[in-house]
């Protein structure tokens, strides 16, 4: 998906980042929410900076297991919600809410903010 402002996001599968050639420079994406759900994953195979608007609950997983410090992500209102099995690798920013760890959610980044 190229870098660019979307609306909500639905997608089963999901691959961000500008790829190989570029790795010194994140990707920019703004969405007004996501969701993951069951088997659903969002695949980052170059630096990126995610921010969106609005909390999230979670049931997917979001990053890369390599490399998660290419996962900057930022919640602006509310925050995020890992359940059942779903996994982050990334820096997760929530100045606005919490970030709460249901089930056996992992959240495998640098310290959550």
Do not use: C, F
């Amino acid at each position: 998906m190229p870098a660019g402002v979307y609306g909500a996001s639905r997608e089963r599968q999901l691959q961000l980042g500008v790829g190989s050639g570029r790795r010194n420079r994140a990707a920019d994406y703004e969405l007004q929410g996501i969701t993951l759900n069951g088997n659903a994953s969002v695949s980052i195979v170059g630096p990126v900076k995610l921010k969106l608007a609005n909390s999230v609950a979670m049931n997917g997983s979001i990053g890369s297991t390599a490399h998660p410090e290419w996962l900057q992500w930022e919640i602006a209102n509310g925050g995020l919600t890992l359940n059942g099995q779903a996994t982050v690798y990334g820096i997760v920013t929530a100045p606005n809410g919490a970030v709460t760890i249901n089930g056996h959610s992992m959240d495998a980044s640098s310290p959550i903010r």
